[in-house]
């Protein structure tokens, strides 16, 4: 795990199952439209929630790109679960302000409901095409933006499926983020 500090916040970046980190308020979902199970991070939430969560996210349904929503956690080890639309990539624009709102919102909701710590996957990565580096770098923008101004969250996790999107993120946010200090 990498670790760095950013004013009262802990960015910390691993390599892992999003469904698995039992030390989270609320892990993000790489949600759809309709906020229903799917394919990558959003069915794997949704596998490991139960059908439950499904239920509680019809209401919601549907969001637009760049959009976030609050719901429980379910069978999760986390009590709350933060639903993002990320655009698709090439065909939901402006692709780069769509993403960053995912980002910016989910940090604002999560410290409305008094959320001491996030995980995100990376957004819009997979079957949304964004390529990786330009949207981890959006990413990273947005949360040493945000972070200076959140209140209750202490930690921002960024839970990556492949040590590709691990190095990327790492180099991405040594890059950034000058200010940030790594914990030895």
């Given amino acids: 795990m990498h670790e760095y500090r950013v004013g009262g916040v802990t960015i910390e970046l691993t390599r892992g199952d999003i469904t698995k980190q039992t030390d989270i308020d609320a892990v993000t979902n790489a949600a759809n439209a309709q906020l229903l199970p799917g394919g990558g991070v959003a069915g794997a939430i949704h596998r490991a929630a139960g059908p439950g969560l499904a239920e509680e996210c019809r209401p919601f349904a549907p969001i637009r790109p760049g959009q976030c929503v609050i ?5 999760l080890p986390n009590p709350h679960v933060l639903h ?16 960053a709102s995912c980002y910016r919102e ?3 909701i999560a410290d409305e409901h008094e959320v001491r710590s996030v995980a ?9 095409g964004y390529p990786l580096r330009a949207a981890t ?18 930690r921002i996790r960024f839970v990556l499926f492949d040590g590709d999107a691990l190095s990327v993120h790492t180099d991405v946010l040594a890059e950034l983020g000058p200010g940030a200090d790594r914990p030895s």
Wanted: include cysteine; hydrophobic fraction near 40%; aromatic fraction near 6%.
């Fill in 71 to 75: 719901t429980g956690g379910h069978n």
């Fill in 84 to 99: 993002c639309l990320g655009p698709v990539y090439g065909v939901d624009e402006p692709s780069d302000e769509l993403l």
């Fill in 106 to 108: 989910a940090l604002r």
């Fill in 120 to 128: 995100f996957p990376a957004i819009s990565t997979g079957a949304f």
């Fill in 137 to 154: 770098e959006i990413a990273m923008r947005t949360v040493l933006d945000v972070a200076p101004t959140l209140r209750s969250v202490e």
